[in-house]
């Protein structure tokens, strides 16, 4: 028997050459010469019928050339901006702020969507509504992007709505160089901002 978790599975030994006559088997890939392992599951037991997943990043971009960029009376629209983005584009936004040269967000992505096409729709979208009133706006090309535990997501929404507090002793710069380090992100001198 082998034993695992939540269930025990019987091990059985079979030639590869002939298939298995029960079709609750299933050969793995310890296959060697010309013997092989076959598992039967137990009975009663059912294959995964879906995909779990859990996809939430901190999120975080700035102005071009992290010039101050976002007038303070936009700031609440520009946040609630990006997050009617997000919501258009079946992105959960559980939080959005930042400073006049830069945007956090806490974002959970649907299963199916990339996080680079995420952040460019963000970014695209949002840069397009900001130039309706501010022809020199542009966001800075890359972004941060790092995951968050669940146990953590408290712990990250209060840092956003902070912003203001945290950059009272802490440039954008130092922040993001700080966030990169403590995501063990290798960083090349000279080229993290551009």
């Not at 997943?53 to 629209?77: A, C, D, G, W, Y």
């Not at 959970?108 to 501010?134: G, Y």
């Amino acid at each position: 028997m082998f034993v695992t978790g939540t269930a025990d599975f019987q091990l059985l030994k079979c030639n590869p050459r002939v298939p298995p006559r029960d079709e609750t088997t299933k050969p793995t890939a310890g296959a060697v010469g010309i013997g092989c392992f076959i598992f039967r599951a137990p009975s009663g037991a059912t294959h995964m019928a879906h995909s779990y997943v859990s996809s939430v990043f901190h999120i975080v971009f700035s102005t071009k050339q992290r010039m101050q960029l976002i007038r303070p009376e936009h700031k609440s629209r520009l946040w609630n901006y990006l997050a009617g983005i997000g919501r258009n584009h079946g992105i959960q936004v559980l939080a959005v702020g930042g400073m006049e040269n830069h945007v956090h967000m806490l974002v959970v992505l649907p299963s199916d969507m990339a996080l680079s096409d995420a952040v460019r729709t963000l970014k695209t979208n949002s840069s397009r509504w900001v130039r309706e009133t501010d022809r020199l706006f542009a966001w800075q090309q890359g972004y941060g992007a790092f995951s968050v535990s669940p146990s953590q997501l408290e712990r990250v929404k209060h840092y956003i709505a902070n912003q203001a507090h945290h950059h009272r002793t802490h440039s954008f710069e130092q922040e993001f160089l700080a966030m990169l380090q403590a995501a063990n992100i290798r960083l090349e001198t000279g080229h993290v901002f551009g």
